[in-house]
Each structure stands twice: as C-alpha cells, then as structure tokens.
C-alpha cells in the first residue's frame, strides 16, 4: 500500500488533471457554439491550472494562516452585502455588471493562491468529501442539461423556447432585483467558504 503522501499527491494530480481537462471541453464546446470569447476565458482558466501544476506560477502574495475572527467575518460581510446591492440594482448582463463579476474574480485569485506562511495542508474530512461529491453531481447534472439543449436546439426552429437552456430558466428570477440579491450573496458566501479552506495543495 502506497504511503498517505503518495495517496495525497495523486489525488491532487487527479484533482488538477480533471479541472484542466473539464475547462478544456468547455472552451471546446464554447468554440463549437460560436462563442470565441467565453471559451478565451476558460482556455484562459486551463492555462493557469497548468501553470499552476507545473510550478510556473507564483503569485509574490503572503498570507497569514486563516483564522476565524471576528473582524474577518465582519470584513468579509460587508463586502458581500455591498457587492450583492450593487449587482441587484445593475442591470442585468449590462458592462457594470459583467465588471463587478470579472473585478470579483482578479481581486480574489491572488489571495487563492498566496502563499499561506508554509501552513500544512490539512485532510479533508468526510462530510467535505460527501459535500464534494454530491456538488459535483449537481455541477454534472448541469453541465449534461446545457450540452444536451445545445444539440437538441441546434436545428430545431423556435427550438429555444421548447428547450431552454439553465440561464433562460433563471432570467426571469434574476431579473427581479430582491431575489438577485439574494441569489448574489448566497454565491458570495459560497466563495468566500472556499476562499476559507485556503488551497489544499
């Protein structure tokens, strides 16, 4: 039996590989669809898992271990909550709203990959790792729906009210701004819980 570092660093590199590969197909796919510049984005996203894995990205970043403090907490609170009003009285798809989105996600990723003071990554516990998979299931299930209303619409005339795609599902929704505040700081804080758990490798 292999040792439990030897079982940690290939489950890492299964981990990565399949992230890779995951943001590969979708680029791909986003190709295929005629849309060049959501699949620049996830090529992009490839492109920095691969770096990553390779030891060619260092972001010149350091972080104090996490601890859960208050100050933290309330920090992180009031952020969320401001982001989540400012995104539910923008207009939905609108350039304001595709900045606040993209300025989220480059603020965040150095602080994901900062160097965490050489803290040992900790194992993951079994509730995380249920957690893990039934999310995965879901991301899953949702990929399947998108690629198969794609196919299924492709041909089709008036195809896209007879199949509609997640987002066309969730418009309406998130056209009405009390709920999309609501639905933009559940994603928040469900990032900001990852953003907690640090890098695990």
Same mark, same amino acid.
């Given at each position: ?106 603020? +965040? ?60 599902? +969730? ?31």
């Amino acid at each position: 039996m292999p040792p439990p570092s030897r079982r940690r660093l290939s489950a890492t590199v299964i981990m990565r590989a399949g992230w890779t590969g995951v943001l590969l197909i979708t680029a791909v796919f986003h190709v295929v669809r005629g849309a060049p510049v959501d699949a620049a984005i996830y090529a992009l996203g490839a492109v920095v898992l691969i770096f990553d894995a390779f030891g060619w990205l260092r972001i010149p970043l350091r972080m104090p271990p996490d601890r859960d403090t208050v100050s933290r907490r309330v920090i992180a609170g009031t952020l969320i909550a401001v982001a989540s009003l400012t995104l539910g009285v923008t207009r939905l798809y609108s350039p304001a709203d595709t900045a606040i989105v993209v300025g989220l996600g480059v603020l +965040l990723l150095p602080v994901a990959w900062a160097d965490r003071g050489g803290a040992a990554p900790q194992p993951l516990s079994a509730v995380i790792r249920r957690t893990a998979v039934a999310w995965s299931i879901v991301i899953v299930f949702g990929c399947l729906w998108e690629i198969g209303i794609f196919f299924l619409g492709r041909d089709l005339t008036g195809s896209e009210n007879a199949f509609p795609a997640l987002s066309d599902l +969730l418009d309406p929704l998130l056209a009405w701004p009390h709920a999309r505040v609501v639905l933009v700081a559940c994603w928040l804080l469900g990032g900001y819980a990852l953003l907690r758990r640090g890098r695990q490798s």
